[in-house]
């Protein structure tokens, strides 16, 4: 996985948050650890993120999509829709990742889907359900995040 990805936003919601002065793929693809996973957002709001992870790269050693990779996508999906939930004076910090890994999988993409389990004005909780390309359940997770004020020097590694 050698070429740097980014990770893509839908258009209105990076002109949502541009408008407030954030440039979400910026924050989000600095060569972070989903960018180099190959995480790609497809759909983000604070009611449901969705997104894609390729197997190939994101393996353990006999072949199978490393339980961890999961634990990335997932992180990643519930950490944007806690930080669009908690809007731009907040920061997103998961504090708590639980993973249920049901099935492996060999190739292909997984997807990801985030929905809310709770919406607090300090935490955000999130449940992502991670699926095959035949819809089959890979891994169930929970994320809960912190919701933090931003502090200044909050994103400087995202811009260099």
């Known amino acids: 996985m050698g070429e740097q990805q980014q990770v893509k936003f839908p258009q209105e919601v990076i002109d ?3 408008a407030l002065g954030v440039d979400l793929p910026a924050l989000f693809s600095a060569g972070h650890l ?3 996973m190959g995480v790609q957002i497809l759909e983000a709001s604070a009611e449901r993120v969705v997104g894609t992870m390729p197997v190939e790269g994101n393996t353990q050693p006999y072949g199978l999509l490393h339980g961890g990779a999961s634990a990335v ?3 990643t999906l519930g950490s944007v829709g806690s930080m669009l939930h908690g809007g731009s004076s907040k920061i997103a910090v998961g504090v708590d990742l639980n993973c249920t890994h049901h099935r492996g999988v ?3 993409l997984v ?3 985030a929905t809310p389990v709770h919406r607090g004005r300090s935490t955000a909780t999130y449940e992502i359900v991670i699926t095959d390309e035949a819809d089959k359940r890979v891994c169930t997770a929970r994320l809960t995040c912190l919701l933090r004020d931003v502090r200044p020097g909050d ?3 995202a811009a260099g």
């Open 73 to 75: 996508l997932a992180e």
């Open 34 to 36: 989903g960018t180099r």
């Open 155 to 157: 994103g400087e590694q």
């Open 111 to 113: 997807t990801g889907v």
């Open 106 to 108: 060999r190739s292909g």
């Open 16 to 18: 949502e948050y541009a």
